[in-house]
């Protein structure tokens, strides 16, 4: 019974494309492991940029400077 856990940032996901994350990883249990799609569960779970942070800053840094340089 595969437990597939995906983590994102909270940046505007849309339902659809959430939707289509589900759809898509429970396919790849069934084309790769032969796993059944009822007894696939997919979990999303959206963290706030404040809280993800990556090279020693938190993306809400990253996002803020990213887009200071591009002015």
Do not use: H
Not at 11 to 24: D, F, H, N, S, V
Not at 31 to 45: A, G
């Amino acid at each position: 019974m595969p437990y597939i856990s995906i983590k994102i940032t909270r940046e505007g996901a849309t339902a659809e494309q959430k939707r289509r994350l589900i759809e898509g990883a429970t396919q790849l249990m069934v084309d790769v492991l032969d796993k059944k799609p009822q007894q696939t569960f997919v979990v999303i779970e959206e963290i706030d940029t404040d809280s993800w942070g990556v090279a020693g800053e938190t993306v809400t840094e990253l996002r803020r400077r990213e887009a200071g340089a591009s002015d």
